[in-house]
């Protein structure tokens, strides 16, 4: 789909194009829609002229005072070594970042925050929003795609996407969208996912042949599910799976979805906790049309992506430059290079054998306020081919 093509979200009956509108639904019934939402020009216009008056003073406040200037000038210097995005790095077409403290909902004087996840109501992904932005108006989106592109034509301020789960592994999709599209991670969050199974007021548990749900949501209950005799059946989404059990007033299916789902849709609870193992955690990222300026006040975590020229030991030259420095990596992802999936033996005329090319993705626990880290990437620019900071940002260290 090309990227300046109308995005698409969800609504409670049918999928609604968006130019620059929203739809949602008033009622946890879902059954009726409100109107239109147009987000007026002068908005944005507004939004982009936001200066940067970040501080990083240890408490994370903001000050305005030479001191706090000081430091936003100097992280400036940082951003133009190691830019954000891969598009430009002329600084002055770059978006304005954030303070740290500006990454949350937690600006009293500030609107109420606007932020896309994927599915419907009563998704994990709303309950995750609702826990990254207290109070923000949680926006449903069709596919991940929509809810990117809704950040980035300003249809909505932000937008918490999961990336990877403990259980089920990496969400590929997201870390190509992450590359393919101009946000930055802002911050994440973790969420332990409790499964239900859920079924229409009066059926009971012996009265189901199939249950709905997302393929790992199925796959992570398949010891409860084939001990219950049921039959499984892939649906886009868990709340989707709750919502047209419901919707369709099904007596013989039931949805795999959680307790949120079942009172938003009017389902009963037959089981829960039905998860074959109750260590079930998703990883959420936080994402915003501006960076975060990082801190030094508490734990942060930065994500990179970047390639590597064929050859031996070329991986291990540049992990090295973060063991060097004693700097952890909590996760590495290999993506293929789509525009140059395979490449050529340099040493072969016939240019055979072929290698897959490949884009790697580490976050590692430092802030890009730590000289250790600039200095880690600094040296990991001389073996890459291409380097991009995909964001620093707070460490979640909740868990709910």
Not at 168 to 176: E, L, M, P, T, V
Request: net charge neutral.
């Amino acid at each position: 789909m090309p990227r300046m093509a109308a995005a698409s979200l969800i609504t409670r009956s049918r999928t609604t194009h968006l130019p620059r509108h929203l739809t949602c639904k008033a009622s946890p019934s879902d059954h009726t829609p409100r109107k239109f939402i147009t987000i007026p020009e002068p908005f944005s216009k507004r939004r982009r002229g936001r200066p940067v008056i970040a501080s990083l003073r240890e408490d994370g406040t903001g000050t305005g005072n030479n001191r706090s200037v000081g430091r936003a000038l100097e992280m400036q210097g940082v951003l133009e070594d190691f830019p954000y995005d891969v598009v430009s790095k002329d600084l002055q077409t770059l978006p304005m970042p954030l303070s740290s403290t500006q990454s949350s909902n937690s600006v009293s004087d500030e609107p109420r925050l606007r932020v896309a996840y994927q599915g419907v109501r009563g998704a994990y992904s709303e309950s995750a929003a609702e826990k990254a932005y207290p109070n923000c108006e949680a926006v449903p989106c069709e596919q991940f795609d929509t809810a990117f592109e809704a950040v980035e034509r300003w249809l909505v301020d932000r937008a918490v996407l999961p990336i990877e789960n403990s259980l089920g592994g990496s969400i590929h999709r997201n870390y190509d969208l992450l590359l393919r599209h101009r946000l930055h991670i802002v911050g994440e969050v973790k969420f332990a996912v409790r499964h239900c199974l859920l079924a229409n007021h009066g059926v009971k548990l012996e009265d189901l042949k199939r249950v709905l749900s997302h393929p790992q949501a199925l796959a992570q209950c398949e010891n409860t599910l084939t001990r219950f005799g049921l039959v499984r059946e892939a649906v886009d989404d868990t709340a989707g799976a709750a919502k047209h059990v419901a919707f369709n007033n099904l007596k013989d299916v039931g949805a795999v979805a959680s307790s949120a789902a079942g009172m938003i849709y009017g389902l009963d609870i037959l089981a829960q906790d039905i998860q074959d193992d109750c260590d079930n955690v998703t990883r959420f990222l936080m994402l915003a049309r501006e960076p975060i300026i990082p801190g030094t006040d508490r734990p942060f975590k930065t994500s990179i992506v970047f390639s590597l020229e064929e050859g031996p030991g070329v991986l291990f030259k540049a992990l090295a430059c973060f063991a060097l420095r004693e700097i952890n990596l909590t996760k590495i992802e290999s993506r293929p290079l789509r525009k140059q999936p395979l490449r050529a033996s340099d040493d072969n005329s016939n240019g055979f054998p072929k290698y897959f090319d490949y884009l790697f993705y580490v976050d590692f626990e430092a802030s890009m306020a730590d000289q250790q880290a600039q200095n880690a990437l600094r040296n990991l620019k001389e073996v890459a081919t291409f380097l991009r900071v995909l964001g620093s940002y707070p460490v979640d260290t909740s868990m709910i």
